[in-house]
């Protein structure tokens, strides 16, 4: 799939403001869905053996160099309180909710991008700054974004954040399933830090394995539905839980992708760039005409 850089996507706005309105721009054009990579890998959160330590969320910061506190502070519980979701400065966090757990007890939930099969963001994004890569990882390149934060409002998850305080070079923020440490042979960060061993990394469609061979031996703790497994066209991140995932707080989707009619009509748009460079150029030109002195009307 190719993708849109700063400079190409110049060069587009340039030639189509040069009044080649009616060739597009080859790297915007519309894009085919290829099919997943079938080696990619995906972790497996069984939210039945999560005690809600958020040791996840402290490894998270520590890897991605975000500030956090000691380790020590995330015993506290107040966070859990309030509903929350990742942001520019957590990329993954844990929600408790009441009662939705076995037996009647609290169930904890990891939030952090699903990385999905078939995602909106990258589907939304015109420049191909986020890349869905053949070992799961949906990743984003400082490079190529422009800033336009589609991507935000295309996830079905509600998962990039944008860094609103950084006046220079602010970037979206999201969990890029540690595909810098993943590349050297390493574990998550969450994974790795999990003492309970509620996360488990490997092969997408081993842990779609493991997930159902788990939901048939014990159905008294789990709810049939891998959640994941089909939601959006699939993700790498799949749940196991004693009630859907409506239950324990995700949101209910269907099975169909997210980028449908909107993707198709998007990018017919901007392979010709037509509507930025009109607006563009009324604007240059009234803005031209009202700085013009007073009384040269008809000069060369």
């Known amino acids: 799939m190719k993708r849109l850089d700063r400079r190409s996507f110049l060069k587009c706005a340039a030639a189509a403001g040069a009044g080649v309105l009616g060739a597009p721009c080859p790297e915007a054009q519309a894009r085919t869905r290829p099919a997943p990579a079938p080696e990619r890998g995906g972790v497996l959160v069984d939210t039945t053996v999560c005690i809600g330590c958020r040791g996840c969320e402290w490894a998270c910061k520590e890897a991605h160099g975000l500030p956090t506190p000691p380790r020590q502070a995330y015993e506290d519980a107040t966070p859990f309180e309030r509903l929350r979701r990742p942001d520019a400065g957590a990329l993954t966090v844990v929600n408790r909710t009441a009662g939705a757990g076995p037996g009647g007890l609290p169930a904890f939930v990891k939030a952090q991008c699903m990385h999905c099969d078939h995602p909106a963001c990258v589907s939304a994004c015109i420049v191909g700054a986020l890349v869905k890569q053949d070992d799961g990882s949906v990743v984003w390149d400082t490079d190529r974004c422009i800033g336009c934060r589609y991507c935000m409002v295309a996830c079905p998850f509600q998962v990039p954040a944008f860094e609103w305080k950084k006046a220079l070079q602010p970037r979206i923020m999201k969990c890029d399933f540690c595909a810098p440490r993943r590349a050297e042979g390493k574990l998550p960060a969450c994974v790795e830090n999990c003492p309970v061993e509620a996360l488990t990394y490997g092969p997408r469609e081993e842990l779609v394995r493991v997930a159902r061979s788990r939901v048939k031996n014990h159905p008294e703790r789990y709810a049939e539905a891998v959640y994941g497994e089909r939601e959006v066209g699939g993700a790498s991140w799949l749940y196991l839980s004693a009630r859907d995932g409506a239950g324990i707080g995700l949101p209910a989707l269907g099975p169909d992708p997210a980028p449908g009619?909107?993707?198709?009509?998007?990018?017919?748009?901007?392979?010709?760039?037509?509507?930025?460079?009109?607006?563009?150029?009324?604007?240059?030109?009234?803005?031209?005409?009202?700085?013009?002195?007073?009384?040269?009307?008809?000069?060369?």
């Open 261 to 300: 009619v909107s993707e198709s009509i998007q990018h017919g748009i901007f392979a010709y760039f037509v509507p930025p460079v009109a607006l563009y150029s009324l604007l240059g030109l009234l803005m031209w005409d009202a700085k013009r002195p007073a009384g040269r009307d008809g000069e060369g």
